[in-house]
């Protein structure tokens, strides 16, 4: 731009030092992937709300791909006795699982005249597909393999999942931890990886009764114990703001991805995936 062009006392990053020639230098988008990020939204109507359908998923998708690098580093500390690590890292977990519960807020505006417009689109594909979300319900210990099906199509995701139903769920990690630590854990919870949904286990429940009785004596675990409830706490708002949303949007219709939508969300609510650190409250 010429001088001419420039209005009086406009900010001019040039002559304050500002870097303006990046031909041959990483720029903000190189760095970021921005061509490819924002390239990325593809609607297959004219429908105004898609590129809002679209965007909500997509940011959800990398919120749960940073959720599922914490994850692992976190069962990793645990597993390496890194105890204040695991701590700020399944801290930022929960924060992490606050943004995804904030973005309903969002797609709250969209309304079933706005949806319908582009509903039919959408085909048979499902957040029911999402290798992510089902990768982080593996971690945590909500585990079914009837639920690698879906990915079938796609090898490299059904190998991820059979990767991850290898490793021993973030709460056998924590479980074996408690032995490490003297408490009394049945070697049959931690000895394999565990492919089916944790249930209650009636030693677990007394070992929980154990350290929630002397936090004192037991602090570490105690500390890990809060925050997994407090983990589960947000994934439980998460599931339902989905199924208010859905319902909002859909009212009762059947899923795209063939369940019975409603009925099949509300059925996911009852889910716990750290059984005794609920029910050991009764207890206390
Ligand atoms: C208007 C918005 C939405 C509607 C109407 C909707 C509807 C549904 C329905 C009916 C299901 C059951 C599976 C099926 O038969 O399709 C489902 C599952 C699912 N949706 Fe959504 N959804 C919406 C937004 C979202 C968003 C924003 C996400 C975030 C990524 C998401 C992620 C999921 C996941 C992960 C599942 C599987 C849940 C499970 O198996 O427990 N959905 N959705
Ligand atoms: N299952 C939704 C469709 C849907 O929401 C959706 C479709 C494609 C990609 C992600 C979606 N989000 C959550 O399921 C429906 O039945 O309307």
């Known amino acids: 731009m010429t001088d001419k062009n420039k209005p009086d006392g406009a900010y001019d990053p040039e002559t304050e030092g500002a870097e303006i020639a990046f031909s041959d230098k990483m720029s903000y988008g190189d760095y970021l992937g ?16 898609e590129l809002l359908f679209i965007i909500q998923h997509q940011t959800s998708e990398l919120w749960m791909k940073l959720m599922l690098h914490e994850l692992n580093a976190a069962r990793q500390a645990i597993a390496d006795d890194h105890l204040p690590q695991a701590m700020k890292l399944l801290a930022r977990v929960s924060r992490i699982m606050e943004q995804l519960n904030s973005a309903w807020d969002v797609l709250r505006t969209m309304t079933p005249s706005d949806y319908t417009q582009f509903r039919d689109d959408l085909g048979m594909s499902s957040g029911f597909q999402s290798l992510q979300y089902r990768l982080i319900e593996f971690a945590l210990g ?4 009837a639920m690698v099906k879906p990915h079938e199509h796609d090898p490299e995701s059904v190998r991820r999942l059979r990767e ?4 021993p769920s973030l709460y056998q990690a924590v479980l074996s931890l408690a032995r490490r630590r003297g408490l009394d854990v049945p070697d049959a919870v931690t000895a394999s990886p565990s492919s089916e949904p944790h249930q209650e286990i009636p030693e677990i429940m007394a070992m929980w009764q154990t350290v929630y009785h002397d936090p004192a004596a037991h602090w570490a675990l105690y500390e890990v114990g809060e925050k997994l409830v407090d983990l589960e706490d947000y994934f439980r708002r998460w599931r339902f703001n989905h199924v208010t949303t859905v319902e909002r949007v859909i009212g009762f219709k059947r899923g795209t991805g063939g369940t019975g ?5 509300k059925r996911m609510l009852e889910v716990e995936l750290f059984p005794e650190l609920w029910h050991v409250r009764t207890a206390l």
């Open 261 to 265: 939508g409603v009925s099949y969300l």
């Open 164 to 167: 991850e139903l290898d490793r």
């Open 34 to 49: 921005l061509p490819q990020i924002l390239s990325a939204q593809n609607p297959l109507s004219s429908a105004p709300d």
């Open 142 to 145: 909500n585990r079914n393999l």
